[in-house]
Every structure is written in C-alpha cells, then in structure tokens.
C-alpha cells in the first residue's frame, strides 16, 4: 500500500481522504477516543492499532473542560487526559509523523473554545500540515461556521462535518445538507453520548426517515452503538457508524494491549 | 451605541447561540417565541398579578439615611431582598414558568449554585404544579443543605452535579445535558443572564422590572427619573442586566458593576471576569470567560457563592468593552466589611453578593448631591453561616 507523504497532500484523485473512504463498499466502522487517555502518549499507539485492525475512520478527541454534549464516560476521559496534561499543542506533536504509518481518514472531534483560543485559521493550517482530514466541532453552529469559518475550512481542505438528530426538522436536514461535504454525523437519538443500550422502534423509524430523504451526503450514526448488534442495526441503512464511549470502556478495562479484541468484538 | 441584543442575537462582538445541534430546535423554538410570547396581554397580565400579589412587588427604593451621612452622598436601596424568596432571582423564574407553560412544556430544570435560583425555581414549579429537577454540584449541596432543604419541601428534586469541579459550572453542564436528552416535554430556567441567545435577553427583560420601578420610584422622591449611577453586583449578571437595563442608553447615568475579587484579582482565586477573563465559548454564548491559555475553562473562587462564576453574561461583557459601564473588583474581605456596615448603619443584613456592590463606597468617591442607586439584590439569611464564621459571631 502507498501511502501519502505527507499532510494533506492531495493524492491523484484530488480527493480528501474522507470522500475516498466514503466510495468504497464496505459499511464503516468509525473510531472515537479521546487524546491523551488513558495515557498521554497513547495517541500514535491507539490510531496505528485501530488501522492494523479494520478501522475505516478515526476521530481523535480533543478533550475539554466543560464537554457539555457528553456523557459521563467521555466527560471523564477528557478530565483525564486534562490532568495528563494533554494540550491542542501537544495532540499535533504526537501527531507530528501519524502519516508516515497511517492512511485512513483522521478527524479531530472537540469543543470550540480551545480551537477558537488557538485560532481558527492556525488551528486549521496545523491540521492540514498533520494530514487531519476533517473536523467535528459540535458547538459550532451552522450559520457561524458559513459566515466565518468556511472559507478557511476549505483553504487547508477540511471537511466540516455537521450533527443531525431526531427532532432536527427536515428543512434543517436539507439546509445542513446543502452545506455538508463528506458524510453527516447522525445522532441516533436525544441523547449526549454514551447513554444507551441498544435502538428501539423509534430510531428504526428515524434511521429509515433519513434514509428515504435522499440526501447527498451519506450518514454516519452516533450514540449509542456500543457492540456488532448495534453497529448492524444503525449501518442497515446509514453508511457507518461511530463507536465512542464503548471504547473507551474498554480502554479503561483493558489498557491499549488488546485493542484488536474490541474491533473484531464489532466486527464478528 | 446599541446595548441591547441585535436580530442575530449579539451584543457587539458577544453573545449568539453556540449550542450542539442537539439543544437547536428548543432554542430556536424560544427565539422565534420568546417576543411574541412576552408581548401577549395575558401573559403580561398574569406576570404583573404575579409580581404583585405573589412575589410583592414593588419592592421599594429605599433612601438609606444613615448609609449616605457615612459617606457623604445620597444613597438609595433597590430592596430586591424583601421580594418572596429573599432575591431578585424569582423575578425570572415567574417570567419563565409562564412561558414554559404557553410553550407546552411539563417538565422544568435548572442550575444553581448557592441554591437562590434553585429555590426560586422549586417555588415557581410548586406554585403551577410542574415537575422540577434542579441540578446543583455535589460540593455546593455540602456547604448549602437549608436551601437543598427548602427546593425538597417545594417539591424538588435536587440532583447533584458530580462531574468537573461539583460546583455551579458543572451543574450548568449537567442541566444542559438533561435537556439534550430530554428535549420534547422540558423548558430549561437560565438562572442568570448567560447561555446561548435568546436566554440573556430573555431573562434580561425579566429583571428589567427592577429599573423600571426605579425609575418612577426616583420621580416620586427626587422628581427624576434617572439617578446619577446605579450599582450592582456582577457574577453571570442578572441582577445587574435588570438594574442597568431602562438606563443603558441614559448617557447621564453612570452604570457600575462590582465584580468579586475572591482573595485579590492577582491572587489566583478571584471571579473578577472583566479583568481576568478573555473572550471565549462558555455554556452556549461568546463572551469573556476565565480560561487557560489552551481554551480549558478555568475554576473562579469568590466567599460569595452567587458570584463564584467563571464567566459573565454577554450584555455586561459588551458593557465592559465598549466603556459604557465602570467595572470594580472587591474582595471577599472588603465585602464582608461592607456587609456589616449596612446591618449595623440601615438594619439590613444583605445577601454576601449584594454586599459586594456597597463595598465600592469605601474607594468609590461620589459627590454629596450624587444619587447612587444600589440593587439590594438579596438578603443574608442564606448567609448567616459565612458570616457566623468571618466574623467569629
């Protein structure tokens, strides 16, 4: 396998390396954890594992303070990875060398404060530098971003991926659309992470609401998918899903020796 | 200069609405009611009867005889300590329980700190028979057990904010977390004017009451509407916002915020926002918040629990940068003092917060025939402990 060289370089189909993933067949299975848990420097030995093992995407964690969407398992690992001392500073150093060893799609997920307090414009160029391909910032509002931020988004080609939920109205889900390149982050239901153990009748419904919409963006569900049942229940008829809080469990369990087990416990 | 909120929900550079999609609908569900609702004759009605015969309202602008010889200028109390429930807070909450209901709301949460907010909100819920759940950090319900008592027998449930620091930032965050997971049947009550648009307006017009009285409360005893200054105490600000607000655009009226010190501005442990504070996201709103260099939101310290707040609301942070409003940082003990001589002076204990407006008398110098309105936001009672300790009683 080539690899890119080098941050985000564009590789012969002038395509980010998101929209790439998002062509192929298979259902995606994503990636959270939060940087700097359970150790600091875990960051680099976490994404290479998870790639080894099947992965198709990761989203990084840039921890925060106050992570008010979140739910306890999360809200702890960031408190965690604070006290470890990881910074925004120090995430893009461990990440200095990633693509020399790592291909897949690579998407910093946090709060805007600290990307804010870091600048936006500098926060975006370290981004593209590190070979980071897209950014979920779920505090960032629609309207803000497209008056301030997206042109900047777009000069260092990072795609913004936005969170659509149960109760957003169909017209905002088109609005959303409309202003989305990559996938849509769909919330499985109304919730902050973590909270769930499996979908019932009503996200069956939703998921086949926003499946009968069209879109032109593919989705990605959220919240909640904890194991392979729940993971094949919300890629029925989404593109993939993102697996957060259950991971981190199992970090928190295990350490970072066994992280194989996880991904074939989700993929079996 | 405008300082109100614009159509987009800024004032200045701060404010807006920087909430996960997940709060969206509700929030903007509010903002494209909240006017419309506010301006309807049955709910003005309601809210004024309320106001009256409930809270007891007008709360009189008192002029403190003893308190002006002291320090040779006239001084008037805004007396927001005799309304029921001993503050300024129940003004909100009664604007807000009518509005959750005309939004066919059944379920009502809040935050609180020292736990003022969330007794006026168990009190308002008691009053129209609405569940509530207030959320309130572990260490706080420690140090506060009469007023977790008081939301228990109004028929509360006091749920603790385990997570952060347990203090009133994390249990903003938990109640936050609540409506993302209840989004349907429940109406958040912001306790102060902070949180995304359209909450510090919204609750801002809630407070004005309180200038709008002073204003014709002033006509009657010194034949002008408007004061020379008005003073008030400034953690998120809503007792402020409600005291400034008839006068912001009155280019005679001078508008101080006291702010808490803590231990020193320089000390570490202050919530001196405007001097410490740098603009930021703090709970849904752009303004100037006490953070660290890498964006993380930092823990304040103030003796006040009321005041302990790391943020401020957005109308007050537009008020420091533009100049419009004068900003003093007091300390834990210069407004401890000042407590004691309002008890001994006018036989008013007061809130420890509004404790920190009068103690600006001792540097602040005003002219003899400058009248100084200061918002006696709240009442010592919940205090007595700290003061009890301070003073060695």
């Known amino acids: 396998m080539a690899f890119p060289q080098n941050g985000n370089e564009k590789n012969i189909t002038g395509m980010n390396r998101i929209h790439q993933k998002l062509q192929e067949d298979q259902k995606l299975l994503s990636i959270y954890f939060t940087a700097g848990y359970p150790s600091l420097n875990d960051t680099a030995k976490i994404i290479q594992d998870l790639e080894k093992n099947g992965v198709d995407m990761i989203e990084i964690g840039l921890p925060f303070s106050d992570p008010l969407a979140d739910g306890p398992t999360i809200q702890a690992s960031s408190t965690h990875a604070l006290k470890n001392g990881m910074t925004t500073e120090i995430l893009f150093q461990q990440l200095k060398d990633i693509r020399k060893t790592v291909s897949m799609p690579l998407i910093l997920m946090g709060y805007f404060n600290p990307v804010l307090q870091y600048g936006v414009a500098e926060f975006c160029k370290k981004c593209q530098e590190t070979g980071i391909d897209g950014l979920i910032l779920p505090d960032l509002p629609l309207d803000v971003y497209q008056k301030e931020y997206e042109a900047i988004f777009k000069k260092y080609g990072l795609v913004n991926i936005f969170l659509i939920t149960p109760q957003t109205s169909d017209a905002r889900i088109q609005q959303i659309d409309a202003a989305s390149d990559g996938f849509i982050y769909m919330v499985s239901s109304a919730s902050v992470t973590g909270s769930q153990d499996g979908f019932g009748n009503s996200q069956e419904s939703y998921f086949k609401r926003i499946a009968g919409m069209k879109l032109k963006n593919p989705q990605v569900v959220g919240f909640g998918i904890s194991n392979s049942e729940t993971f094949r229940q919300a890629t029925k008829q989404a593109k993939g899903a993102i697996i957060g809080s259950a991971f981190i469990k199992f970090l928190t369990q295990n350490g970072v020796d066994k992280i194989g087990d996880f991904v074939k416990g989700i993929r079996k | ?393």
């Open chain 2, 1 to 393: 200069m405008n300082y109100n909120v614009d159509e987009k929900g800024y004032y200045g550079e701060f404010g807006g609405a920087y909430i996960p999609e997940m709060l969206y609908p509700n929030v903007e569900n509010l903002r494209q009611q909240y006017l419309e609702i506010m301006a309807e004759p049955s709910f003005k009605k309601e809210f004024d009867q309320l106001l009256k015969d409930y809270v007891g309202r007008p709360s009189p602008l008192y002029f403190a005889k003893r308190l002006s010889e002291k320090y040779n200028t006239k001084v008037y109390l805004k007396r927001e300590d005799l309304n029921h429930t001993g503050a300024h807070k129940v003004n909100n909450t009664i604007g807000q329980i009518l509005m959750a209901k005309r939004l066919g709301k059944t379920r009502v949460i809040a935050e609180t700190g020292a736990g003022q907010h969330g007794v006026a909100t168990a009190t308002v819920c008691a009053l129209m028979g609405m569940e509530c759940i207030v959320y309130m950090g572990e260490i706080d319900i420690a140090r506060q057990a009469p007023n977790v008592a008081r939301m228990k027998m109004l028929g509360a449930e006091v749920r603790p904010a385990l997570s952060g620091s347990r203090t009133l930032k994390d249990a903003t965050n938990e109640a936050i977390r609540d409506w993302i997971n209840n989004p349907v049947d429940t109406h958040y009550i912001i306790g102060s004017a902070i949180g995304p648009h359209p909450y510090p307006d919204m609750v801002t017009r809630f407070q004005s009451i309180i200038s709008e009285e002073i204003k014709w409360q002033l006509k009657e005893k010194e034949g002008r509407e408007n004061p020379d200054y008005v003073v008030a105490c400034i953690g998120g600000g809503s007792n402020a916002a409600g005291t400034f607000y008839h006068f912001l655009h009155e280019k005679e009226v001078g508008i101080i915020a006291v702010e808490a010190a803590g231990h020193g501005v320089d000390s570490g442990e202050s919530a001196a926002t405007s001097v410490l504070g740098k603009m930021g996201i703090i709970h849904g709103c752009k303004t100037l918040l006490m953070q660290t260099a890498d964006g993380q939101i930092t823990e304040p310290y103030s003796i006040s629990a009321g005041l302990d707040y790391p943020g401020v609301g957005p109308m007050h942070a537009h008020l420091y940068k533009t100049g419009r409003a004068e900003f003093i940082a007091v300390t834990d003990d210069e407004a401890m003092h000042a407590g004691m001589v309002l008890s001994k002076l006018e036989g008013i204990i007061p809130a420890i917060e509004s404790s920190h407006a009068f103690a600006i008398l001792e540097t602040r110098k005003f002219r003899p025939d400058d009248v100084v309105v200061f918002n006696l936001s709240g009442r010592g009672d919940k205090d007595l402990d700290t003061y009890i300790k301070y003073f060695k009683l």
